[in-house]
């Protein structure tokens, strides 16, 4: 008998994807001209900026440079330097370091990206708990769990990977833990949030109103508001419409002298 043949299984690709910084032309073509431009005196930028408008006339001829963001871009930056060394002393040289508005883009650069970094461990977290609250569902144990700051979108990945159905049993969860002020739901502040961040049915306990439209006979018999260990109320006897009732069964005289005829 011959073994079958195995293949090394694959690993998963993970369901968090790493933030990438945006491509900005526009901003390259800054840095090219910032890069070139180092070291470089009011003669020298006035030399390469005309060097730059000569090709922007040149990519304008064409159709597929017409619309060129980063040429523009670098030619708008020589611009920019030509004047900022045009208004400084005699023999200043270009030096981004010291350029002010190369320094303001690099922190908002740097921000940004801190941003992103922030934004990725907060999804990696979301991912994590959401299997450790799986894992709970699955042992039955999800009730003696303390929910932890950030459980709301916790819910909200639960819910996506049910393909959009809210988990009945992490919505009674948040609401008994909503109601018994259990973990993070300590704070008062947290309880407000969560309250706008759950759906009615688990952030409030639903109530029963017999003058509201939606009262029946079919409701009481089903659902009911009472307290814990009370017996449902006795439902009164259905009575049928007269305008629905089926006619009365014909007699049997009736029948007789219909057929003698």
């Known amino acids: 008998?011959?073994?079958?043949?195995?293949?090394?299984?694959?690993?998963?690709?993970?369901?968090?994807?790493?933030?990438?910084?945006?491509?900005?032309?526009?901003?390259?073509?800054?840095?090219?001209?910032?890069?070139?431009?180092?070291?470089?005196?009011?003669?020298?930028?006035?030399?390469?900026?005309?060097?730059?408008?000569?090709?922007?006339?040149?990519?304008?001829?064409?159709?597929?440079?017409?619309?060129?963001?980063?040429?523009?871009?670098?030619?708008?930056?020589?611009?920019?330097?030509?004047?900022?060394?045009?208004?400084?002393?005699?023999?200043?040289?270009?030096?981004?370091?010291?350029?002010?508005?190369?320094?303001?883009?690099?922190?908002?650069?740097?921000?940004?990206?801190?941003?992103?970094?922030?934004?990725l461990r907060e999804a990696m977290r979301i991912v994590a708990r959401a299997d450790e609250l799986q894992a709970l569902r699955d042992l039955g144990t999800l009730d003696k769990a303390e929910p932890a700051e950030g459980d709301e979108a916790v819910r909200d990945e639960l819910t996506r990977r049910a393909g959009g159905y809210v988990p009945a049993d992490v919505d009674a969860w948040l609401a008994h833990a909503l109601a018994a002020h259990r973990g993070h739901y300590r704070d008062p502040a947290a309880r407000e949030e969560a309250a706008g961040l759950l759906t009615p049915r688990s952030s409030r306990t639903p109530r029963c109103s017999p003058n509201s439209p939606a009262w029946s006979q079919a409701s009481t018999l089903t659902s009911w508001c009472s307290r814990p260990g009370s017996p449902p109320p006795n439902p009164k006897p259905l009575v049928r419409s007269p305008r629905f009732s089926p006619a009365p069964a014909p007699r049997a005289t009736d029948v007789a002298a219909h057929t003698a005829r």
């Open 1 to 119: 008998m011959t073994t079958p043949w195995r293949t090394a299984r694959r690993p998963l690709a993970p369901r968090v994807a790493a933030p990438r910084e945006p491509v900005d032309p526009a901003r390259i073509g800054r840095r090219v001209v910032q890069r070139r431009a180092k070291g470089m005196d009011a003669d020298a930028v006035a030399a390469a900026l005309e060097d730059a408008r000569f090709d922007a006339r040149q990519n304008s001829r064409h159709e597929d440079l017409a619309d060129d963001v980063r040429g523009r871009a670098e030619l708008a930056e020589w611009e920019r330097l030509a004047q900022l060394l045009a208004d400084a002393p005699s023999g200043t040289v270009y030096d981004p370091d010291v350029d002010e508005v190369v320094q303001a883009e690099l922190a908002a650069d740097a921000a940004a990206a801190a941003a992103r970094e922030a934004e």
